[in-house]
């Protein structure tokens, strides 16, 4: 997708693999639905429309039912039944422009999207809403409108006027007010950042794992990626997500691999069954969200199930045979569970 068209150019190409007359008042009609969808945002809603991209089947029919409604509500003739294929299509194509608006829901379902694809179980499309979710970056926050430097000169200059006594700047008005809320909020901002930051590398220079109660080059390899990631999250409590947490991980790893910076590939089930039931027990607490937390939900279908067989074989049931199995590099596969605790925070907290 060239950066020079949006997808409202490309809207006409994507939908005409369903509908190879399409008019423009159709097209507008479909775009005005698209964009009240948008304006719903409903986070559920949305994780519901990844999944009919996808053709998984959802919780929630009514969601199903609410999509087409919208779509109904701009165009009587849009079809209510046997509208399987332009449903799911529809849908990849809403995704795309999610990810091209500007609403804040578009980091959470990016990270959904990516989540849902991990092992790659699910057939390539024209429609590249994969690709437009990977370029959404989850770990930058939208820039702030507040300008930080202008307001901090504006009230210095009331503040030298109120000192020399001009009149009319005994007081502060209601835009002076504002800007001292927004600065005293952006200080407080920066500072839990580097308090953040001095609490990772203080992790990583200690070189220890709190919740084993060891060392990382005590734990070895295929015990440390879930508990690096979990440690990691823990620690990220204000950003959200940590801009450079895959590299940080990859460094908790190398530590822990003998300083040896080749490592091992590892598979799902390798680094579950090495991780320790404690920390296991924590993360569970987390919660997980099914598709969109593929890892997390199998750490729940191991508590749930207990043999190794028998959740490895439900877990491949649901996303593909032997993706249990696959190996991996092991900082992705940390960093798919720092990923899916970090999406789950947000999710929650909405």
């Not at 006409?12 to 008042?25: D, F, G, N, V």
């Not at 020399?164 to 504002?178: A, C, I, N």
């Not at 919740?211 to 990220?236: D, M, P, R």
């Not at 491949?316 to 789950?344: I, R, S, V």
Request: glycine letters at 4%.
């Amino acid at each position: 997708m060239s950066k020079n068209h949006t997808c409202e150019d490309l809207f006409p190409t994507w939908y005409r693999t369903i509908e190879l007359s399409l008019t423009q008042e159709t097209l507008q009609k479909r775009i005005r639905a698209i964009n009240k969808i948008i304006d719903e945002e409903n986070v559920e809603l949305w994780l519901d429309i990844a999944k009919l991209a996808h053709g998984i089947s959802i919780g929630n029919p009514e969601h199903e039912e609410l999509f087409v409604s919208i779509f109904k509500e701009f165009d009587l003739s849009f079809p209510i039944q046997s509208n399987e294929n332009i449903v799911k299509v529809l849908s990849e194509i809403s995704l795309c422009f999610l990810f091209e608006s500007t609403t804040d829901l578009r980091y959470i379902i990016s990270l959904a999207v990516i989540n849902l694809n991990f092992f790659e179980q699910y057939s390539a499309t024209d429609i590249p809403f994969y690709k437009l979710a990977h370029k959404m970056d989850a770990t930058n926050e939208p820039n702030p409108i507040f300008n930080v430097n202008e307001a901090v000169e504006n009230l210095r200059d009331r503040a030298i006027a109120i000192e020399e006594g001009e009149e009319g700047e005994e007081t502060l008005d209601s835009e002076d007010s504002v800007n001292l809320i927004n600065l005293v909020t952006h200080i407080n901002n920066e500072n839990n950042k580097l308090k953040e930051e001095t609490n990772v590398l203080w992790w990583l220079f200690t070189q220890y794992s709190t919740s084993n109660k060891a060392y990382f080059y005590e734990l070895g390899l295929s015990k440390i990626v879930v508990s690096s990631a979990y440690e990691l999250f823990q620690i990220t409590k204000f950003t959200g997500f940590l801009i450079s947490s895959k590299h940080i991980l990859h460094k908790a790893l190398v530590i822990s691999n003998g300083n040896k910076s080749k490592l091992k590939e590892l598979s799902l089930v390798d680094i579950i069954n090495d991780t320790v039931q404690k920390v296991k027990g924590e993360i569970l607490l987390l919660g997980q969200l099914n598709e969109f937390t593929p890892f997390l939900h199998a750490l729940s279908l191991e508590e749930s199930l207990g043999d190794v067989h028998i959740w490895k074989g439900a877990f491949n049931k649901k996303f593909g045979a032997g993706t249990c199995e696959k190996k991996f590099e092991p900082e992705d596969l940390a960093f798919q569970f720092y990923t899916e605790m970090t999406f789950l925070k947000s999710y929650q907290s909405l």
